[in-house]
């Protein structure tokens, strides 16, 4: 009796449950009846590929060299650019010089020197120069007075320059010997000493660079004149150069360094020997873009000491920063620094 008692509940709980039925993953519809498959579960969002990196638009403002090499782009104003004295110029095909260095000293030019003399003895009344005076032609330099007729007559500069000597005083006697000497140093020779073994590559007229023995200033000059006998004490030969110093830079008595040209070959292109600058291990040259001033990695071939030659790394036309490019090196560091904070 009790069986009959439990059998209908159990009955009633088991159709209850298949009312309810058992929904599994491949049966499973959406509110429009569409099946879907579960299983298989939804797609999930694309990932971000860090691999990639940052789209183009996310690129840091220095920019991209043509040879693939990241740089930053240095914005100077005009101002900037001329208080700075950037020389910016197109890389373009040049000359490379083949030369020979020699050494000498700066000497006045003899052709351009005067000693001052009495035209008549007697005695020295007044000197109006001293030494280092620049004078003009035809300047008083000193009076005297003539022995024979007492006239006091003036002692005059034979040519415009500077009072190198002076070997009188008021009051001495006026000979035949000098009492001034003036000289022109509007030009001046440089004179190099050359070893016989050189001898036959040195010729008149061929163009020498001069440069003080300290790395100061370098001027163009040519040679004037190849002594044809040696120095007994040297064993050397003088190979004499005539040099502009209208500027007054070339003082006699400094020791010079001459390179003399004794041969040239062309080179597809080059650039100023100040425009290039160590970088991150190797050598670059600044080009001035819309953007800024960004430095190119190139690769160098032969050079004179004044233009290198450029294989790779920049085309003709490129402007290029020559002396000055330095500051730009020192404004890039700069940068850098403030980056790494």
């Known amino acids: 009796m009790r069986h009959l008692i439990l059998f209908p509940a159990l009955l009633a709980s088991l159709l209850s449950l298949a009312a309810c ?117 035809g300047q008083t330099l000193a009076t005297v007075e003539s022995n024979e007729s007492l006239q006091v007559y003036p002692i005059t500069s034979p040519l415009g320059g500077m009072v190198t000597e002076r070997a009188t005083n008021p009051g001495e006697q006026a000979e035949s010997t000098p009492l001034f000497t003036v000289a022109d140093l509007g030009t001046v020779w440089v004179e190099l000493a050359l070893f016989p073994r050189d001898r036959g590559r040195v010729q008149v007229g061929q163009a020498v660079r001069v440069q003080t023995a300290d790395g100061g200033p370098v001027r163009e000059g040519k040679i004037v004149f190849v002594s044809p006998l ?36 062309s080179a597809a292109l080059v650039v100023p020997a100040a425009a290039l600058q160590e970088l991150e291990g190797g050598t670059s ?12 990695p190139v690769k160098v071939g032969r050079s004179d000491g004044l233009v290198v030659e450029v294989l790779d790394g920049i085309k003709a036309g490129d402007a290029v920063v020559g002396e000055g490019s330095f500051v730009l090196k020192a404004e890039l560091g700069k940068g850098e620094a403030e980056h790494d904070h």
């Open 21 to 137: 039925g058992s929904s599994t993953p491949e049966d499973h519809q959406d509110e429009q009846g569409h099946a879907h498959d579960d299983s298989k579960g939804h797609p999930q969002s694309k990932k971000h590929d860090e691999k990639k990196g940052h789209s183009e638009g996310d690129q840091h403002e220095a920019g991209v060299s043509e040879s693939g090499g990241h740089s930053e782009a240095i914005k100077l104003t005009p101002e900037a650019i001329q208080a700075a004295q950037l020389e910016i110029a197109p890389a373009a095909p040049g000359t490379i010089r083949e030369t020979l260095s020699l050494y000498g000293v700066v000497k006045p030019n003899a052709e351009r020197i005067r000693s001052v003399t009495a035209r008549f003895p007697g005695v020295v009344r007044s000197v109006s120069a001293k030494i280092g005076d620049t004078v003009r032609q």
């Open 230 to 265: 040696g120095a007994l004490n040297t064993q050397s030969l003088t190979a004499r150069v005539l040099l502009d110093n209208a500027d007054g830079s070339w003082s006699p008595g400094l020791y010079v360094r001459g390179e003399v040209t004794i041969g040239e070959s």
């Open 285 to 296: 040259v600044f080009v001035e873009t819309p953007e800024g001033f960004i430095s190119r």
